[in-house]
């Protein structure tokens, strides 16, 4: 803990809380089973929303190709059981890519992901998986949902007469856990010569905020907008990370990429994103935090032991109490494993922290994270022995070691 | 885990897929023939020609300096055009490709696994398509052209490319 008195700094270390110390991670429970020759997982969805825990269950969403094609797979347990019943299959077309989830009410979730060229969104409750939706018309991908009160948003892109949009649906869930497309607009009406990225998409109290990899400066910039109506009209589009630019003669300014985003408390959001600020070093975990209209400065979230080291696949979770959380993976031991570093007491990203059941042997890589309600951190990571070879999928509940 | 400091994937036999909604926007340079990396790795086997694949970033700035002070060079533009077939990865991509053992993955994933950190990364390939050697950071006219000469002279059959390049 630092305390500051008009620039007196006393530090009181033994009271600083770091990320290993908010949890306590249970053993891991194997998702996908053994790993099979030839099957490869994968968890690589905008914003990287794999991972979702409703009120007493944890459901996970992936692609992996066991059936030759890419095929999305979903599979759901209550906090009490001590392992996943069998994956069921979500997609049906020849191949499906990119996969979300997030939390209903009631142990239900929605899922989201793309299904040859377009955007499909489904319902998974006790009763299975309901009828799926198309949301998107045209060519699209990267699909990002969130919900609030079981009020849901999607976020994709979408291409069309050449031009890229980022798209922004409303939809609503029927008794029959259904969904209905209520509305689906672009948050630039005019659209985009240049491609847009992987937009993530998260819901507040206050609104919606969409944040995206964007190239029409001539190097990718994460751009956000924020709606307050329900997705009916967006703000104009804001830059989100920092750049230095214009440094030489050539340099339209620094890598930024894969933004993921998570809501917290009332009206808070946190954003987190892989970023080349720090030059020949690679990727460093770069954060903000704001309401979603605004962003407070960048952060940096790892910590100086990782400062040689690149990083990536950043994961963000949030709860309503507060929390916030990032994860990633990087290799700095050699191999890669997932870290993990939330706000100490005094409001700094803790030291890093990698929790046992993701570290060691082998490449445990991609994390995807949740938070529910009683501050237990729920993480799930790809697992492979050798980089090329057949992977699994790892869950691990964190219990909180922090007072209700 | 420890890894080699070289190529970690079997780069030789990657086949694309054309997946993706995005085209090569991202910026190879002008006047040369780079191909995504399947298309580029079956010509490469199949005309039997060494590869250049080039890991690149939209609006890095290496990358377009590069371009603007190397690769506009005559020399350059006829040799690799030529003698070479020619891939390019964007680092940031969503693009996907699929691997040799089935799995398909992004650009942006293809170039983390392989441990690319920077850009611009080269890696040069043998008609055998076999990895030779990586070259990161801004390369000049010279050594590009020495590159070549190395592989296309079959040089790296007899000497390491340093001792070539001392020779020259």
Known sequence: MILRFGGLCLALASFQVQASELWTFENRISVSGSPVDAVYHHLDGAGRKHIAASTDSVAVIWEDNRSQAPQIYVTQKSYAQESFPAALPVSSGSEAYEPAIDALSDNRFVLAFEQDGAIFARVLSAEGLAEPARLSQTAASHVSIASLDDRVFASWRERDKGRWFVKVAALSITDDNRILLESSRPIEVEGLETPVLFPAIAVNEAGLCVAWEDRRAGHTRLLFSHSADAARSFGEPQSLNEFLSNRTEYDRGNGVTRVSLASFGADEILAAWMDKRRGGLGYGIFAALGDGESFGPNEKVHGEEGDAQPHYNPATAGSRTGDFVVAWDDFRRGDSDIWVSSYNEDLEWSHDYAPAVASGDGEQSHPAIALDEQRNLHLLWIERNQLDGPSRLWYSLGRTRQQP | ?168
């Open chain 2, 1 to 168: 885990m420890q890894h080699s400091s070289l190529v970690r994937l079997p780069l030789a036999i990657v086949f694309l897929l054309a997946l993706s909604l995005d085209t090569l926007s991202a910026g190879p340079p002008e006047n040369y023939r780079f191909l995504s990396l399947t298309e580029a790795a079956q010509l490469a086997s199949s005309e039997n020609k060494p590869m250049l694949l080039y890991f690149g970033r939209y609006g890095c700035s290496t990358c377009r300096k590069m371009h603007a002070e190397v690769f506009s060079d005559e020399s350059l533009v006829e040799k690799y055009n030529s003698d070479f077939v020619l891939a390019y990865v964007d680092t940031e991509s969503g693009n996907r490709i699929k691997l040799a053992n089935g799995e398909r993955i992004t650009e942006m994933q293809f170039a983390t696994r392989s441990r690319i950190i920077g850009t611009p990364t080269f890696i040069f390939f043998s008609p055998e398509q076999k990895p030779l050697f990586k070259k990161a950071g801004f390369q000049s006219v010279a050594q590009m052209n020495l590159y070549g000469d190395y592989i296309l002279g079959e040089h790296y059959k007899s000497m390491p490319l340093q001792a070539f390049m001392a020779s020259q």
